[in-house]
């Protein structure tokens, strides 16, 4: 499968601080790329999905002001959270696609937190 | 609305035996996708095998294999032959592909006893 990039790969930040986690897809162009939100010990959230050139869908609960995405290219998608706060503290994916089969391709995630 | 259900929060297997994932899922979507992914402690999610739901035919990969029932809109997982590597939590997931995210189960905790 592609591979797809993420850095870094763990953040500790100071609330009230932003921060800014990127996903990369290092061989082939992804016309949409998505993030989703782990928390310990339980499943994904697709927070939300970017298309390269347009504005991200956000999912009911997600506050697109807290969460700023941006897909500028075909290869990278970044995910800003603003002014974090402990509760923002989670583990964050994202997956490019579309693949075969209309797979994706996950990265290995970013673990954030926030002190 | 989606919803991707696995109502087996772990699983337990000795090595080299044959394990079952149950997953059900809940869609009005015509072109839906099934997926079953493993996520290892390294939490790197890793497609193990895929299912297009307009297809009768259950996908095999070497080891793993699916029972797709389109009517009962259950998508299980057989894991044969167990290995120690397989352990680790394992997701279903469906989607309607292109530019839609994927909806996840709450995924099942596989153990392998040696």
């Known amino acids: 499968g592609a591979v797809v990039s993420q850095h870094p790969s763990w953040v500790i930040c100071k609330s009230g601080t932003s921060v800014k986690i990127e996903c990369r897809s290092l061989d082939f162009q992804a016309t949409t790329m998505f993030w989703y939100r782990q928390f310990p010990k339980q499943s994904l959230m697709l927070m939300a999905t970017?298309?390269?050139?347009?504005?991200?869908?956000?999912e009911q609960g997600v506050e697109k002001d807290k969460f700023l995405i941006n897909h500028a290219s075909l290869t990278l998608s970044t995910l800003t959270v603003t002014s974090a706060h402990p509760e923002d503290s989670s583990f964050y994916i994202c997956?490019?696609?579309?693949?075969?089969?209309?797979?994706?391709?996950f990265g290995p995630g970013t673990r954030l937190t926030v002190t | 609305a989606q919803t991707v259900t696995q109502s087996q929060p772990e699983m337990s297997v000795q090595e080299a035996e044959t394990v079952t994932l149950s997953c059900t899922y809940d869609?009005?979507?015509?072109?839906?996708?099934l997926f079953w992914y493993k996520q290892p402690p390294s939490r790197q999610m890793i497609l193990v095998i895929r299912q297009e739901a307009y297809k009768q035919q259950n996908a095999t990969e070497n080891r793993f294999s699916v029972n797709f029932q389109k009517a009962a809109k259950s998508f299980s997982l057989k894991i044969s032959d167990s290995q120690l590597g397989d352990a680790a939590m394992y997701f279903c997931?469906?989607?309607?592909?292109?530019?839609?995210?994927?909806?996840f189960g709450k995924g099942t905790h596989l153990i392998i006893q040696p």
């Open positions: 997956s490019a696609g579309p693949g075969t089969l209309y797979e994706q391709y």
């Open positions: 997931a469906g989607g309607r592909g292109g530019a839609d995210g994927l909806t």
């Open positions: 869609t009005s979507e015509s072109d839906y996708y």
């Open positions: 970017s298309n390269e050139g347009s504005k991200a869908t956000y």
